[in-house]
């Protein structure tokens, strides 16, 4: 493949075909190996951004809002997550293991994982005593416990591989 040559991404699947096309990747501009290195990692800035800031917003909407703002609060969760959502499924279909615990694992996840325990109370603090509200709020609390659980289990599945204690294979 030459340098400038973009891989063919017809072969992928109609969901790579689709975010290949939503993408625009195969305007000119993505031939350029500089030009494209320097794209994506301002995309990744931004992207880290928008989770940060996004975070940031749903939380203050709870706890400044109250109840009265969890609705608006919920969906920007929710376009956050399917935004994640449709980047590691990209990724992953074109062969990245998004999982891999020594990119999760990080200092910089500790500010991130702070906004997401004050989203996580702030939606249990405004949260009606029953109904939709209180089931969504159940459910965050559930979903956060499995999330610390998820990545407990990660940093010590890499400690075991950084350490070489891990099970020894016949």
Known sequence: ???????????????????????DLDNPFYREERQR??????AAIGYQVILFLGLAAAAGMLWIGGEPSMPYAVTLLAVLGIASIISAVYAARLGVDVD?????????MVPFL?????VVAG????????GF?????????????????????KWIRARRRTSGAGPVSS
């Open 1 to 23: 493949m030459e340098q400038n040559e973009q891989p063919e991404r017809g072969g992928d699947g109609w969901f790579v075909t689709a975010a290949a096309v939503a993408g």
């Open 37 to 42: 290195d320097v794209w994506n990692e301002a």
């Open 100 to 108: 891999e615990s020594t990119r999760m694992l990080r200092l910089r």
């Open 114 to 118: 702070a906004l997401l325990i004050l």
């Open 123 to 130: 939606l249990v603090r405004v949260a009606p005593a029953d």
């Open 133 to 153: 509200g209180s089931g969504l709020a159940q459910g965050a609390v559930a979903g956060a416990a499995l999330a610390v659980l998820w990545l407990a289990v």
